[in-house]
């Protein structure tokens, strides 16, 4: 066992603290991670205040991992001292059920283990995350980094990244598609820079017209202001695919009358109330109304090595850990150009 420091919270209206734990040894298939980075996801914010449930305490978040390899198992393949390695937002699966087998981890019948807040059932009590020193992950689940990319602004594709590039290629959205993103955020703006990089016309829906001249650096060929009833109207039955990305409660019907038949409306954003829609919008002409979460592993490599060929990284504020508290504030507040990446040398001094 590694004695390891990190941050935690110790209860839903507490700030998250210094705290310190024991890590597993590698086991004969584990890798062990210096991590360098760690991106700052709002789930982490929700988890940490039982906002999707009770958490378990201390709850240590961070589940946008980069850093280098310190030690491998000797049974381990695919990594060796030295290489740079991610982790996700899984760290284990059951591997036997029908999503597993199909490379769907993140589906799995049987319960994904999330990289923190998740019963362990390798070390006992509960997965700790990222806001530390090192973990220590099998390597069926760690993943390759490419030296190409700054590795701060890589960290957030581990989570952002995969969110948004999963349900953009099982709708095979390509060249020739008018595809929208509703929303610029951590999530909206990955969904500008991946969809544009794979040959759509993209189009940003957003409230605030301020975000213009940032929609389209990031790829998008025009903006669309939601709020305007007449900007809507032109776009009725114009989109091939839309990808939602907003977490708060919002009207999806202007979103479904701007597809076109069969076309697709893909949640990944996850507002905490029922959103309600009007069943003519699915009916006529034949809408799809559909959620996406991550992706599994085989996936969200094939992400991170479409995002070095492409060199798409997130847009990233850096922080030292001590500053996590307020990143949490300015997170929610939307202060911030679009994730927050922790410096984790800050934890070590």
Request: proline share 5%; with cysteine; hydrophobic share 40%.
């Amino acid at each position: 066992m590694t004695t390891t420091k990190a941050y935690a919270a110790h209860a839903a209206t507490s700030p998250l603290v210094p705290y310190s734990f024991e890590r597993r040894d590698p086991g004969p298939l584990d890798v062990q991670i210096e991590i360098l980075f760690c991106g700052v996801c709002h789930s982490d914010i929700h988890t940490v205040r039982s906002e999707w449930g009770p958490a378990n305490y201390p709850c240590v978040p961070g589940h946008e991992i980069v850093g280098r390899v310190t030690a491998v198992g000797k049974d381990v393949k695919k990594f060796k001292k030295g290489d740079l390695a991610g982790v996700g937002c899984m760290v284990d699966s059951c591997r036997t059920c029908a999503s597993c087998k199909a490379g769907l981890e993140q589906f799995c019948l049987n319960g994904m283990t999330l990289t923190y807040n998740s019963p362990d059932k390798k070390s006992g009590g509960f997965t700790c995350g990222g806001y530390s020193t090192a973990i220590v992950v099998d390597e069926a689940f760690t993943l390759r980094i490419s030296d190409k990319l700054d590795l701060a602004a890589t960290a957030p594709l581990l989570c952002a990244g995969i969110t948004t590039y999963s349900p953009l290629r099982h709708w095979k959205v390509g060249k020739g598609q008018k595809v929208g993103i509703v929303g610029l955020g951590g999530l909206g703006h990955m969904g500008l820079k991946l969809a544009a990089a794979m040959g759509a016309d993209v189009f940003l829906f957003t409230t605030s017209p301020g975000k213009t001249k940032d929609a389209l650096k990031l790829g998008a060929k025009d903006v669309i202001i939601s709020k305007n009833a007449d900007e809507m109207k032109k776009q009725v039955g114009t989109f091939d695919f839309i990808l939602d990305c907003v977490a708060a409660k919002h009207d999806l019907n202007p979103y479904l009358q701007a597809l076109k038949l069969d076309g697709a409306l893909v949640l990944v954003g996850a507002p905490p109330e029922p959103l309600e829609v009007a069943a003519f919008n699915l009916i006529f002409p034949r809408k799809i109304l559909s959620g996406s979460l991550i992706g599994g592993i085989a996936e969200t490599q094939e992400m991170l090595d479409f995002c070095a060929e492409h060199g798409i990284v997130s847009d990233i504020e850096m922080i030292p850990i001590q500053k996590i508290n307020e990143s949490y504030e300015r997170v929610i507040k939307s202060d911030v150009k679009y994730r927050f990446v922790i410096d984790m040398k800050s934890l070590k001094s």
